[in-house]
């Protein structure tokens, strides 16, 4: 799941208020929680005056840094972030771990997707809506600010700086100024799971045509913002499963699913192909 070391890690089997700025101190560190390599607390406990993060499951294995984590990224300055499912995003800069969540500004308990722009400002979706971190401060922006709604499950930034945010309810665009809808056909929400609707969107890449994939409920979806088309790849055009969590293109520009009932496929130009126990990999569910 490391974004920008390995993109193919992404695919793991689990085998089973408005607009809102908020500073930072100026070393860009909450000193009550931030943890060095060397400085464990005795108690096993990272919290501020408000919160213990991750106290129940870091008493039994204090060398976890959260009981979740969902997301690792790797930004152009070297540092890690970890997005978790409930104590908000983590960096790490080579020798400290720094927590940071909405006790600290930032939007969210749960973090779905990082990624970075060519500014370097590094952007989080989030539960509580789409995350912004200028190096210096946190702004949080809602659907007071036009999100199409708050609960974020994925988040691209394509070729010419648009961000792409995947929700619970749809799809949103960002030019940096405005949000716009983007509209992506419904599918049967999946009950099997903890989180569904009919708009979900789990994972949205831009491959090296410039082309953006979305993957829903009902299959994946390929937009091709030159022609404007949009195109429907489903369980009857071969794909492995219509549950899609992710999708990743590798060097040689194949297309992989990570699907929710039926494991990891791959499409070349002409056809899938289904990676089995067969192949070294196991289970169904992948993400």
């Known amino acids: ?3 920008r070391i390995t993109p193919l890690l992404l695919l793991i089997l689990l085998y089973c208020n408005g607009q809102n700025k908020t500073n930072l101190p100026q070393d860009s560190t909450v ?8 400085t464990m607390p005795q108690e096993n406990q990272l919290t501020n005056q408000n919160y213990v993060y991750g106290l129940a499951f870091l008493q039994l294995t204090p060398q976890r840094i959260s ?10 300055s070297g540092n890690l972030w970890f997005g978790t499912n409930g104590d908000g995003v983590i960096r790490y800069n080579g020798d400290s771990l720094e927590y940071f969540s909405v006790y600290e500004g930032f939007g969210g308990f749960a973090v779905r997707g990082i990624v970075e722009d060519k ?8 539960s509580g809506g789409v995350t912004k971190y200028d190096g210096e401060s946190f702004t949080n922006f809602t659907e007071k600010d036009g999100l199409i709604n708050n609960d974020v499950w994925s988040i691209a930034i394509d070729r010419n700086g648009i961000i792409w945010i995947g929700t619970l309810q749809g799809v949103s665009r960002f030019n940096g100024e405005v949000f716009t809808p983007f509209t992506i056909p419904e599918a049967v929400p999946d009950y099997t799971r903890g989180v569904t609707s009919a708009r979900i969107v789990h994972s949205i890449m831009e491959d090296r045509k410039g082309q953006l994939w979305f993957g829903t409920n009902g299959g994946a979806y390929i937009y091709d913002p030159a022609s404007g088309g949009l195109t429907n790849i489903s369980e009857k055009d071969g794909l492995c499963n219509n549950a899609v969590n992710d999708i990743l293109e590798d060097k040689n520009g194949n297309i992989w699913f990570a699907t929710h009932h039926k494991g990891v496929c791959r499409l070349d130009e002409t056809s899938f192909t289904h990676i089995s126990s067969e192949d070294g990999v196991y289970g169904t569910e992948a993400w």
Do not use: A, H, L, Y
């Open 31 to 38: 000193e009550s929680n931030t943890i060095s390599n060397d």
């Open 1 to 3: 799941m490391i974004d």
């Open 67 to 76: 009981e979740f984590v969902r997301r690792i990224f790797q930004d152009k």
């Open 119 to 126: 500014e370097g400002n590094v952007w989080f979706g989030t």
